[in-house]
């Protein structure tokens, strides 16, 4: 088997050699502490990022009890997602410079401050600080988590553990919509963060009780200049990006002004950091890039999400403009494809670490592919279990995808570059989501206005699909990869 492994020297490519099967060492189990601090990040996750999808399906009745219209209350999203592509970027220098119990307490802190500010806004423009709050804090978890688990993980358990993250990313945004659906059928809005509070604060006093520092922190210095740069060079595609799917007249002026200044910004941000990699003080190191499997592995999940996006938001207003359901109905048909997604990741995760990740890419993104393509033939008589069947097929797919994905790309990095691999994986994620959602949503929009909704989505669904083939190329490219060989640090 074709293997790829990284020596431990900063930024030195993988080099490929064969792995004869007495090489491969017994699976080492891993300490009680470990396991403990793990399941702490997971937990905390899951209610992070459950929070950013619960509060899609509340923004009509916002509109009605905060008396705002439509683009207004789109800040909500807008903001919460512009919050996060600033962020993300900054996590690989926080993660280098404080403590792992540190940075815990700090996305907690402001994740629970944020929540108990939502739950008592008296107005929108307080509500959307709270949401701003909220975001900062959901930005460094997932980071936080990943990290963690390459410093703390051996590399041949890495896909069995990586398998269990897939729960907290894939179950949680599924749930989203049906919570929410719930809470809203029997209380008011405020009710989405009074039942989110509780769990975050519980999972902040466990952290606070039980975690502890692993690694060893740097004094790594903050260069202003990038950190400012990241304003308009993720916030502006982003935001670019997420407003050029507005309508059927075409990107507006203020959208193509704000992805000139974000790709322009982009440049500059990207040869600053080429210029302090050589003082060995980059706000993101580039240098992850270096090696190939992180580079086609990134470029999968980039891929995937833009598919992804695609089922996110087409199959809701497939579901409610075209079959006239109410979003709780909605949430439970969209439902089993998320809990597939998610409860299969652990099985998928041991499967990889047996077999490594080209057959379950392949597997995922013909998956993926297939049901795409299907999903541009639905009409309005389409039956409602075929749909079903359907978004679970591309769950699977799609969780056949990440985990490898996650795994084959970051398990070759040193572990001075952990930190800011799992904040690249995690910014272009951003990015590529709300370009898969601009593309796909600016596509329904243009086709549904002289075609009508059904061609609209026909056309859509089947872009994604196209897109999607991507992915089947760069998956037959997946090859496994074994860790920097280094010493394990200790909790402490």
Request: hydrophobic share 55%.
């Amino acid at each position: 088997m074709s293997t790829d492994v990284s020596s431990t020297a900063p930024g030195d490519p993988a080099q490929a050699r064969t792995a004869t099967p007495a090489t491969v060492p017994a699976p080492a189990k891993m300490s009680r502490e470990s396991v403990t601090i793990i399941v702490t990040l997971l937990v905390a996750t899951f209610v992070v990022i459950l929070n950013e999808t619960i509060m899609n399906v509340a923004l009509q009745r916002l509109m009605v009890d905060l008396r705002i219209d439509a683009p207004t209350v789109q800040w909500l999203s807008t903001g919460f997602m512009l919050t996060m592509a600033v962020v993300i970027p900054t996590t690989g220098f926080i993660l280098q410079r404080l403590s792992t119990r540190a940075v815990f307490m700090l996305a907690m802190g402001l994740f629970s401050g944020g929540t108990l500010l939502a739950a008592l806004a008296p107005g929108f423009g307080i509500l959307l600080v709270a949401r701003i709050v909220q975001a900062g804090g959901t930005a460094i978890m997932l980071p936080l988590l990943m990290t963690t688990i390459l410093t703390l993980v051996p590399v041949e358990r890495r896909g069995a553990v990586m398998g269990n993250v897939s729960i907290a990313i894939s179950v949680a945004p599924a749930m989203g919509p049906t919570v929410s659906g719930l809470i809203l059928e029997h209380f008011s809005w405020r009710f989405m963060f009074v039942f989110v509070l509780p769990i975050a604060l519980a999972a902040f006093a466990i952290g606070a009780r039980f975690l502890t520092n692993i690694g060893e922190t740097e004094k790594t210095r903050l260069d202003a200049l990038s950190v400012l740069l990241t304003v308009p060079a993720f916030g502006g595609l982003v935001y670019g990006l997420s407003q050029i799917g507005g309508g059927t007249a075409g990107p507006g002026a203020p959208a193509l002004g704000a992805l000139a200044l974000g790709l322009v910004a982009m440049v500059a941000f990207v040869l600053r950091q080429l210029k302090l990699q050589r003082a060995e003080a980059p706000l993101l190191d580039l240098r992850a890039f270096n090696f190939r499997m992180f580079t086609v592995s990134v470029l999968l999940l980039v891929v995937a999400m833009i598919a992804l996006f695609g089922a996110v938001i087409l199959l809701p207003l497939y579901l409610q403009e075209i079959r006239g359901l109410k979003s709780l109905e909605t949430g439970l048909v969209l439902l089993p494809g998320g809990l597939s997604m998610g409860l299969l990741g652990p099985f998928i995760g041991r499967l990889f670490d047996k077999v490594g990740p080209l057959p379950l890419t392949v597997t995922g993104s013909v998956m993926m592919v297939l049901s795409l393509w299907q999903f541009s033939m639905l009409d309005a008589g389409t039956p409602v279990w075929w749909i079903v069947a359907l978004h679970v097929a591309l769950s699977l797919g799609l969780a056949l995808l990440f985990t490898p994905a996650f795994t084959t790309g970051l398990n070759p990095l040193p572990p001075h570059l952990y930190s800011h691999g799992s904040a690249i994986m995690s910014t272009l994620q951003q990015v590529a989501g709300a370009a898969g959602t601009a593309l796909l949503v600016s596509i329904f929009a243009v086709v549904s206005a002289g075609a009508g909704v059904v061609a609209g989505m026909h056309a859509a669904f089947l872009t994604a699909a196209v897109i999607a083939v991507a992915a089947v190329v760069l998956s037959a490219m997946m090859r496994k990869t074994a860790g920097a060989q280094h010493p394990a640090p200790a909790a402490h």
